[in-house]
């Protein structure tokens, strides 16, 4: 903590020693009897008209070493914070043309599908931190410096008598003014060199800049992120009883029941909780139910039993990349190139990912990728052009991102998630009417493609098709609802996605439709079936 305040001059008023000592002498001189404490002070005040000039807090801050070796990079954190827009998503439009936007809208449309971090741009410094460091670093034990305020304290707190607390106090101040107490002479043995006292410093003080450190990493991990390390099942799920729930959630699968398929998963990796395919396919099956999140938090369980489950990294990194976390689906396509036993030897060893920056990382991975895709130029592998994909997208190298899937889709054109990662860059990159058309492969080879349902109510909100995007909703909102007959309490349970009730409600509003918006509030999907003309 700085002195400089109490002993120091305030844009040339009395400094607050001073200040202290004339309303002592004021409450004093209201008092009958005179004490020896007021005595004591009268003969301070009239000794010292002016601050005390034997001792100058600036001279002592100078004559210390100034501390170089730590310092702000405003830089790093500004890289850790960098915001990446969703990529395998199409983005809402704003009338601020961002670079995301997928085209133009005569209506505004805030930012949902992203997650921003809100830092200033402006680098903040801190000019006085080396000098507060140092006043903490020289006590008594070390270089006999004193801490004015703390030994002041010291003396008013060390008796009861409050009388004796002013003598005490008083008479230290004197000797303060009178000089008697030496600020800067080192006792005899104890001299130390610049580079020692630096050393102690940096020492004393790695754990606080570690801490420090720690809170800029906590905003750019998972756990900020809003990704849960244990996953969350939903309750009353009766297919906890059937010891069958994993085959019944694969025949759910294919009938196209994306939430029924979600609930048999869940019953099966309770009661097989170290199964690898459970958790892949509750994973995979949850981000196609628009609930990244937990299919996060699934795939990692996946991945912790079972590491040689190439698939389950790519889709993990399309999930980190649709909630904005590019770091994290950078490291997600390294593990898998690393547990492909056709690539593996392309990682580098001499080169620790967790120290990079995100545009070296990102860079990194590119090199990596674009490697693999040369090594056979005359076969094509989609699972690399798929996860080139993924890193042009976050890139916003939309073009190139295009290329690639539409290069996996030449050779696997029945994988409904390829279709609707090329429909979501095609509007990210201006395309709509394009997308549309991708949307409608994958959800011709799966019906129940709940995200691609959704991608295709947001693609129509930028074209100007409301009721069209209203549509789409309640389709998608209608298959979440039938997973309620797998619920035991199906009258409080609500498994549906609430970025599709937010994005309904935004839509009826662009429609002028406010009374039918209740509806919505209401998540009453009776009345907005009516009012749509849903069956």
């Known amino acids: 903590m700085s002195l400089n305040k109490l002993v120091g001059g305030d844009c040339g008023g009395n400094n607050s020693l001073v200040q202290l000592s004339s309303i002592v002498s004021r409450d004093a001189s209201l008092s009958k009897p005179v004490s020896q404490a007021d005595i004591f002070v009268n003969e301070f005040m009239s000794q010292n008209s002016q601050g005390p000039q034997t001792f100058n807090m ?3 801050l100078n004559n210390i070493p100034k501390v170089n070796s730590i310092q ?93 607390a002013y003598n005490e106090f008083m008479s230290f101040m004197k000797k ?47 756990e900020a992120n809003g990704i849960a390390k244990e996953y969350t099942f939903t309750e009353g799920n009766v297919m ?18 994306i939430p029924g398929a979600v609930l048999c998963f869940e019953a099966a990796v309770q009661q097989i909780p170290d199964s690898a395919e459970a958790w892949f396919l509750l994973g995979t099956t949850q ?4 609930q990244d999140p937990a299919a996060i938090t699934a ?24 909630e904005n976390m590019p770091k994290f689906a950078y490291t997600s396509l390294l593990d898998w190139l690393k547990a492909s036993p056709k690539y593996s030897d392309l990682c580098p060893q001499d080169i620790d990912p967790k120290k990079l920056d995100l545009k070296s990382l990102e860079n990194h991975v590119k090199s990596l990728y674009l490697r693999a895709a040369q090594i056979n130029p005359t076969q094509i592998d989609p699972d690399v052009q798929n996860a080139l994909g993924v890193v042009f997208n976050i890139s916003q190298e939309y073009d190139k991102a295009v290329d690639c899937f539409k290069t996996a889709l030449s050779v696997k054109d029945d994988d409904p998630r390829l279709w609707n990662r090329l429909g979501a860059t095609l509007a990210n ?59 035991a309490d199906t009258v409080s349970v609500d498994t549906s996605s609430s970025t599709i009730w937010t994005t309904l409600r935004m839509v009826c509003s662009f429609m002028g439709e406010h009374e039918v918006a209740k509806f919505v509030d209401e998540r009453n999907l009776t009345e907005l079936n009516k009012f749509f003309g849903m069956n």
């Open 299 to 322: 795939l990692k369980k996946s991945l912790e039993i079972d590491p040689r489950q190439l698939e389950a990294y790519i889709t993990l990194a399309a999930a980190y990349t649709n």
């Open 176 to 222: 303060i003014s009178a000089g008697e107490l030496n600020f800067t002479e080192s006792a005899p043995g104890e001299q130390k060199t610049k580079d020692e006292i630096l050393d102690e410093m940096s020492e004393k003080y790695k754990d606080e800049w570690a801490k420090l450190s720690d809170v800029s990493d906590f905003w750019s991990s998972e």
């Open 240 to 257: 906890l009883e059937n010891k069958s729930a994993l085959e019944i959630g694969k025949e759910k699968l294919k009938m196209g029941d």
């Open 58 to 60: 600036n001279t002592l």
């Open 72 to 164: 702000y990079n405003p830089d790093q954190s500004q890289a850790v914070a960098s915001s990446i827009p969703t990529c395998l998503m199409p983005s809402l439009n704003t009338q601020s043309n961002l670079p995301w936007s997928p085209g133009p809208s005569t209506s505004y449309m805030p930012q949902t599908m992203r997650r921003p971090f809100f830092m200033s741009n402006t680098p903040q410094t801190y000019t006085q931190l080396p000098s507060n460091i140092q006043i903490e670093y020289l006590d008594e034990n070390e270089i006999h410096n004193v801490d004015v305020k703390a030994k002041a304290q010291e003396y008013v707190e060390s008796v009861k008598d409050d009388e004796h």
């Open 287 to 290: 981000a196609e139910n628009e």
């Open 429 to 487: 990159s201006d395309r709509s009417e394009e997308a549309v058309e991708a949307y409608h492969n994958a959800l011709h080879l799966e019906p129940g493609f709940i995200r691609a349902r959704y991608n295709v109510g947001i693609t129509c909100m930028n074209l100007g098709a409301h009721r069209e995007a209203a549509e789409h909703f309640l389709v998608a909102l209608n298959q979440q609802f039938k997973s309620k007959s797998l619920h």
